[in-house]
């Protein structure tokens, strides 16, 4: 079955980084978008990054352009999510999962999530 496990996440300052990685198994890696989302406690899940399935298209929430990078090696089947300039509202779970890029909607299944949490 589809298993996703995100990883990465941790406390930091603002102005720090902290990288994301998300390791996928039970499909075909490679034929899928992928994406990060994320909750913040009393607020929806919002998308912050897609990535195509060969890497070669992206998207962006405007709030983390410029500050975020996502990416992937589907050798590894697994996708990343660099983040740096961390500001105190990027505190959040953030999720990773499989993609519809073009309508972009998540396909599920939603994993565990990993914290991040920005504080001085």
């Known amino acids: 079955q589809v298993q996703i496990v995100e990883s990465g996440g941790g406390l930091v300052q603002p102005g720090g980084s902290l990288r994301l990685s998300c390791a996928a198994s039970?499909?075909?890696?490679?034929?899928?978008?992928m994406s990060w989302y994320r909750q913040a406690p009393g607020k929806e899940r919002e998308l912050v990054a897609g990535?195509?399935?060969?890497?070669?298209?992206?998207k962006y929430a405007d709030s983390v352009k410029g500050r975020f990078t996502i990416s992937r090696d589907n050798a590894k089947n697994t996708v990343y999510l660099q983040m740096n300039s961390l500001r105190l509202e990027d505190t959040s779970v953030y999720y990773c999962?499989?993609?519809?890029?073009?309508?972009?909607?998540?396909?599920?299944?939603w994993g565990q999530g990993t914290q991040v949490t920005v504080s001085s």
């Open positions: 990535v195509s399935a060969l890497g070669n298209n992206k």
């Open positions: 999962m499989r993609f519809n890029f073009g309508l972009q909607l998540p396909l599920g299944p």
């Open positions: 039970g499909f075909t890696f490679s034929g899928y978008a």
